[in-house]
């Protein structure tokens, strides 16, 4: 298709940009050289988070079990904002004064004067293993889009997806994704604000008997479709809600913060991501309830949930406009698989691959060139790649599945370490280690033992991480006087913003 082409051309030019500009160095290559405007940082944090579920699985979620699963939005908006509010600044300003820290590895072992590397190393295993798990649910989002809107084999759309992205941060590193994401944050607002609305002014009839009828159909609860409390559990609205938690701990969002400009331009991305985000959940949302509505009719039949966005819009428009459509959908997986494909290459390069070649402090001197680690960079891109690839096999995979699980880990393995490391001075070393580790284990225990029907997992993992670093923080030595200093330095700049 036509916009299909444009799309792939528009990615693949900002990718041999990016080459030419910023991948000189590690500093370059993994983080834009801390240059990224606030425009381009939130658009790509928001992008880079969303993913294939904003367009496929929430609508799906939606359109399966009810207005209720829109907890799942509410808790993000809040724990976005939370997240530019606690970490943003502070985080913006420590990496730079602790060592010019490029990865969220990086930053815990700086923080803490880790000499023996140890939580630089679990730290970047955590992000290798939940990314590859993260990463191959986009790519499973691109194989059902191939095989949904393209008629194309369920293989091939993996394939095709993967093989894109690739080619773009293999090329243009760190500043290539963040393009992109910004084009494909753009793409993605206005797919989902133009496919509910021309959906509900579609629709004929009575718009509450139709959902009614597929209330009926499914053997759902009277006013589950369209009720946050109808049909739902406390714990449910609990669960739901915490994903909000998961922000603080996202390497692939947090390093955003790391890479932008300045300080003094976080609020600007703060309220640019915020808007971004309310607008296309928002859009998500009624993209699902509606749907519900649309195939209610005999007339319609949906085989999968999660692809009610794609067959509204080959319903509704011309094959032109669908088109840029399916841009927007690829858009919103690609952005994601992008970034995630970067955090993780970097901590193989940059966190392991340096670290025990030797030279990844200033007590040992480099022996790695700056020239290197974007080489092995640039093959971790390709190996992951292929892992997740490997993993996305299975068409019958749940996309919003696979993501809440990766974003229970890094919710629970990072972000108690992540905030108690930047507001609380007396966390020590022994502390991080310790909430990392448990916040980890408990979510991998905790789906293990079936656990995550009852109770999402984020929850018990967030707690038990943060019990962890707190207790074990208080029971430890904590950090040196010239780590107060800077933390203190970096307290004062965030204050300022």
Do not use: C
Not at 230 to 258: C, D, K, N, T
Not at 300 to 319: G, N, Q
Not at 398 to 403: A, E, H, R, T, Y
């Amino acid at each position: 298709m036509i916009a299909l082409a444009i799309y792939f051309i528009a990615m693949l030019a900002i990718g041999f940009y990016a080459w030419r500009k910023s991948t000189a160095d590690s500093e370059g290559y993994l983080l834009g050289g801390r240059d990224l405007g606030p425009a381009v940082t939130a658009l790509s944090a928001g992008a880079s988070d969303m993913s294939g579920w904003l367009l496929m699985g929430l609508p799906g979620a939606i359109f399966l079990a009810g207005f209720n699963q829109a907890w799942i939005g509410i808790g993000l908006v809040i724990g976005a904002y939370l997240n530019y509010r606690l970490v943003a600044p502070r985080l913006r300003t420590y990496t730079e004064i602790a060592g010019d820290a490029i990865t969220v590895p990086d930053f815990l072992e700086e923080r803490y004067h880790d000499h023996s590397h140890t939580l630089r190393m679990i730290s970047a295993l955590v992000i290798i293993v939940f990314f590859t798990l993260y990463t191959s649910s986009g790519m499973v989002a691109g194989g059902k889009l191939a095989e949904s809107a393209l008629g194309l084999p369920y293989t091939t759309g993996v394939y095709l997806t993967a093989g894109v992205v690739v080619i773009y941060v293999v090329l243009g590193g760190f500043l290539a994704v963040s393009l992109t994401d910004f084009v494909q944050g753009v793409l993605m607002f206005i797919a989902l604000v133009v496919v509910p609305i021309t959906a509900y002014t579609s629709l004929g009839g009575d718009f509450s008997t139709m959902i009614a009828t597929a209330e009926a159909n499914r053997q759902l609860a009277p006013g589950a479709l369209s009720s946050l409390f109808e049909g739902v559990a406390p714990l449910a609205i609990i669960s739901a809600a915490a994903w909000g938690l998961g922000y603080f701990g996202q390497p692939h969002i947090i390093v955003r913060f790391m890479a932008i400009r300045s300080v003094k331009d976080i609020p600007t991305a703060r309220r640019i991501n915020i808007l971004w985000m309310v607008g296309g959940l928002i859009g998500a949302i009624a993209t699902g309830y509606i749907g519900a509505a649309w195939f209610a009719q005999d007339a319609y039949a949906l085989k999968d949930s999660e692809t009610v966005f794609i067959m509204l819009s080959r319903i509704l428009f011309h094959p032109f406009i669908y088109g840029f459509v399916l841009a927007a959908i690829l858009a919103a997986i690609m952005s994601t698989i992008s970034s995630q494909l970067l955090v993780t290459s970097s901590s193989l390069a940059e966190d392991i691959y340096h670290t025990l070649k030797g030279g990844s402090s200033a007590e040992d001197p480099p022996r790695t060139s700056e020239r290197e680690i974007v080489t092995v960079s640039r093959i971790a891109v390709v190996v992951v790649a292929a892992v997740a690839g490997l993993l996305a096999m299975n068409p019958e995979s749940s996309i919003l599945g696979l993501v809440a699980n990766a974003w229970a880990g890094f919710g629970a393995a990072f972000g108690p370490v992540i905030l108690f490391s930047l507001l609380w001075k007396r966390t020590s070393r022994a502390g991080a280690l310790a909430g990392m580790i448990v916040g980890a284990l408990t979510v991998g225990l905790w789906i293990a033992a079936g656990l995550s029907s009852w109770l999402y997992e984020i929850v018990p993992g967030f707690i038990l991480s943060s019990l962890a670093t707190w207790l074990v923080s208080l029971g430890s030595p904590g950090p040196t006087a010239d780590i107060d200093m800077q933390f203190d330095a970096a307290a004062a700049a965030a204050k300022g913003a």
